[in-house]
C-alpha cells in the first residue's frame, strides 16, 4: 500500500469522497501494473465502487490518470517543501533537501513519476499539467532566489534553477530504474545532490 493512500479492503468507500478514493485506487494500480495495464472496471472494484462511479466526475480513463498526475505533482512540491523546511537556515542545504524529496518520490512512486513527465496527450491536459508543474518548479525557484539574494524572475535564477532540475531529475529517472550505478562501491547519493546544488549555485 503507498503513503498517504485513501483506499484500503478494511475502510473501503467513504461517502463523499469519490473522486479522491477513485485516484488513490488509479494510483496504486499505476504503481503495481503500469498506466496501461488497468481498466476503469478494474480500478472501481479496488475502490469498491459502481462501474458507473467514476463518469460523474471523469470523462475517461486518461482523464483520471490526469488528475493522478496532478495529485502526484503536488504531493511532490509538499514533500520538497517538508524537507526544505528541515533546514530553513541554510539556502544551499535546502535546494539539497529538494533534490533528496525529488528523488525519493521518483524511487517511491516510479509509475506516478512516469504519468506525470510523460503520458499526457491532449493540448488541453497539457496544459493543466504544465500550470501545475510551474507551480511545482516554482517552489525550487524561490529556493533558488533566496539562496541568490535575487528574484524568481531574474533570468540567472530561472537559468540556474532549470540547471538543477535537469540534473535531479537525470538521476532520479536512473536512479528510479536502478541504472545510478557508477562502480561496484555504491554511489554516495548524498554527496552527489550536495555537489551539483554548490556548483550550480556558487559555481
Known sequence: MLPGTL???????????????????????????????????????????????????????????????????????DRMEAEAAKVADDGLARVTAMGRAYVGFARDEPGVFRLTFGQVDTEDKREMMRAVGCDTFGILQRAVADCLATTQDDPVCQFRSYMLWSFVHGHASLSMDGKAEISEAPLEEDRLLAEISRRVLLG
Not at 39 to 47: G, P
Not at 51 to 76: C, M, N, T
Request: with cysteine; charged share 30%.
Open 7 to 77: 483506499v484500503s479492503e478494511k475502510t473501503g468507500y467513504h461517502h463523499g469522497d469519490l473522486r479522491a478514493h477513485l485516484v488513490a485506487a488509479v494510483r496504486e494500480l499505476v504503481e503495481e501494473k503500469g498506466f496501461d495495464g488497468f481498466s476503469i472496471a478494474e480500478a472501481c472494484r479496488r475502490a469498491g465502487v459502481s462501474s458507473a462511479a467514476p463518469y460523474k466526475h471523469f470523462k475517461d480513463k486518461q482523464e483520471i490518470l490526469v488528475a493522478v498526475a496532478v495529485d502526484g505533482l503536488f504531493r511532490l512540491g
